[in-house]
């Protein structure tokens, strides 16, 4: 322990409690719990949580992504090399997401409703 | 230190490294993006016994030299983009604080910076912001990895003696 | 080893770590994003704009919006005496009347729709609409002999332009109402008005006809998100849709029968009419509604298609490049959804029970 060691501990630590302060920031919003799977930037899917069949299934062009969606969501089964989302486990609460890297794939929940309209045309 | 010596324990660390990058890489945490760094301690160990330019190269060559023997291009983008982060902070503060800062304490620092940098490529290459909410067991998994990296670098560069 | 290519190697890496750095910038999002509500038009107004400007600035953008829509209002209204098409409508028959550019553009537009439509669209219609208007607020159904007077009077081919600033209706008596189309011109001239006003991104709701541009703006994400515009579904109350189209650019305008219309004597006649045959739509359908990257057309092909019934228009739409259509119609077991091919995957439904059919119709 030198000088100044305590005070470079302490920035780390804002910067921890900073990272901590982003995870309900990144799942913002009213309504009801979404499961959001995104590819390369471009929404795939969206639907709230409670409507979704317990299976979902991804094909995309660089593989297979299959989501589990009882009791949290995970992903069950990839055909990426190093299985990482799988290793991802479950995640149960808005801002938590799974990435499959090699897929480009992102699951993430949010509390922004699916339903949400920017307009209605009539 | 006479340059032959300097130029053969670069190489010596660089190897290093990349063997015990290879090592790790067999035995995943159980989180993704979690890494025990062991190879960092080579660069670190580079940092403190031979100066920032040989710490850089440790590190660029053996994040190049993985990478042609069968890493992918993704992890290949991630490593650079902790990498453009972590050593930069970690040079910086051995640097300016050459005698205040202990090593694991700049060690726990470049691990911060590395996984914050990693995540900033993952965010650019998926298109979102969201995966920054891995950030938190990432960086308690840094706190703990990074300190043990920081005292073994230590513990090799007063070995090595240069 | 040297030590000059050591400095090169800490160099690459400094610039590495700016690229990422940019990186990182990027996903924080200078855009402010500003919306505002108001009544032009006849109808409740909703603009959001996106820029990367101060809110201040926005607002001021949007405040001009808002009064671009009040000068077209101006000119397109058919209560108001003073307005342009009523100062064409007084002289019908018998003189040319000097109007503005815009009033030139909607007409020439109309003209053009009202062509493709071979007049199941037509500008000219005023007799028609005036008729049942006064008509079926007393209660009761024109005659025979009064439709096809005015019927008679409904000719888009009797209406002429000379560019850049005259019109003439060469029918006595006839009217043009621009109800299929003047709120179309009106989101299409907004939008090219944002555009100009570096407005990246926008929604432009004009009671119930959308048109949006730059897909809409998130806080924080590199990528725009398309904007979600629902389709209203003809039994539920105003806001609930049949169905969502997901579209970062273009316009959504709809036609429906359950929008506007007048019981007599047991029976529902809508807003919409059949210009040739001079009667209020009967059909099937229930709404159409347009998506194309021309809201002035989208407007008047959705009253057009309205009056063609689903089939020919299908077959019309084959002609069009770059629009499309959604076809909401009544069965015996409930409402049914036809939609183009090219809505394949961004049109879903909203109700369970709605079931969405794609008719390729290139």
């Not at chain 3, 553009?105 to 053009?112: D, E, G, M, P, T």
């Amino acid at each position: 322990m030198k000088r100044y060691d305590p005070a470079l501990y302490a920035i780390l630590a804002l910067i921890f409690a900073l990272s901590c302060a982003y995870v309900p920031l990144a799942g913002r919003g009213g309504g009801e719990m979404t499961i959001e799977v995104v590819r390369d930037g471009k929404t795939e899917f969206r639907a709230p949580l409670g409507d979704v069949p317990e299976m979902l299934e991804f094909r995309g062009p660089e593989g297979y992504n299959a989501i589990s969606s009882v009791e949290g969501v995970r992903m069950v089964s990839a055909d990426c090399p190093g299985g990482d989302c799988i290793r991802a486990g479950t995640i149960k609460n808005a801002g938590e997401s799974i990435i499959c890297l090699p897929h480009r794939l992102t699951v993430k929940l949010t509390k922004e409703s699916a339903s949400e309209m920017d307009a209605v045309s009539y | 230190m006479n340059r032959t010596r300097r130029l053969v324990t670069a190489a010596l660390l660089t190897s290093s490294a990349l063997v015990a990058g290879l090592a790790e890489s067999r035995f995943p945490l159980p989180f993704p993006g979690m890494r025990l760094g062991i190879a960092n301690v080579f660069s670190l160990a580079a940092l403190v016994s031979l100066g920032p330019a040989e710490a850089a190269v440790v590190s660029l060559g053996r994040l190049v030299m993985a990478f042609s023997l069968g890493g992918n291009a993704i992890a290949f983008a991630c490593s650079a983009g902790g990498l453009a982060l972590s050593l930069p902070v970690m040079t910086a503060l051995y640097k300016i604080f050459p005698k205040s800062l202990s090593v694991p304490a700049i060690s726990v620092a470049g691990a911060y910076a590395f996984n914050i940098g990693q995540l900033a490529a993952i965010a650019a290459i998926m298109r979102t912001h969201t995966v920054f909410a891995y950030l938190p067991p990432l960086l308690l998994a840094a706190a703990a990895t990074g300190y043990a990296v920081g005292r073994t670098a230590e513990w090799i560069a007063d070995r090595v003696k240069l | 080893m040297k030590k000059s290519s050591l400095r090169h190697f800490f160099l690459i890496f400094c610039s590495l770590a700016g690229i990422v750095g940019i990186f990182s910038i990027r996903m924080i999002d200078p855009l402010k994003t500003v919306s505002r509500d108001g009544i032009s038009m006849d109808t409740v107004v909703r603009m959001t704009a996106s820029a990367a400007k101060t809110e201040s600035e926005l607002d001021e953008i949007l405040e001009g919006a808002f009064g671009l829509l009040e000068e077209m209002e101006k000119k397109f209204s058919t209560h108001d005496p003073n307005s342009e098409i009523s100062a064409v409508n007084a002289a019908s028959g018998a003189e040319w009347v000097k109007i503005s550019y815009d009033t030139y553009a909607v007409l020439a537009s109309s003209i053009n729709a009202a062509r493709l439509a071979d007049g199941a669209f037509d500008p000219t219609v005023g007799a028609v609409t005036l008729l049942w208007q006064k008509k079926l607020a007393e209660g009761k159904i024109p005659e025979d002999g009064e439709i096809s007077e005015a019927v008679r009077k409904t000719d888009f081919g009797k209406l002429s332009l000379s560019a850049p600033d005259g019109a003439f209706l060469d029918i006595s008596g006839g009217a043009i109402d621009l109800g299929g189309v003047a709120k179309g011109y009106a989101s299409a001239a907004v939008r090219d008005y944002l555009r100009k006003n570096d407005v990246t991104s926008a929604l432009i709701d004009l009671g119930g006809n959308v048109a949006v541009m730059g897909g809409r703006a998130e806080r924080g994400e590199a990528k725009r998100a398309p904007w979600r515009v629902g389709i209203q579904h003809p039994a539920k109350p105003r806001g609930a849709p049949i169905c969502v189209l997901e579209i970062s650019e273009g316009a959504v305008i709809t036609a429906g029968v359950y929008e506007r219309f007048r019981e007599v004597q047991g029976r529902r006649y809508t807003h919409i009419f059949d210009p040739r045959a001079g009667r209020p739509v009967d059909g099937e359908l229930e709404s159409v509604t347009v998506v194309s990257n021309d809201p002035t057309q989208a407007d008047a092909l959705s009253t057009a298609f309205m009056v063609m019934g689903r089939d020919a228009s299908l077959r019309l739409l084959s002609v069009i490049p770059g629009t499309d259509a959604v076809f909401v119609s009544r069965g015996a077991d409930g409402y049914s959804v036809t939609a183009t091919a090219g809505l394949e995957g961004t049109l879903k439904p909203s109700a369970d029970e709605v079931l969405v059919e794609f008719a390729d119709v290139r």
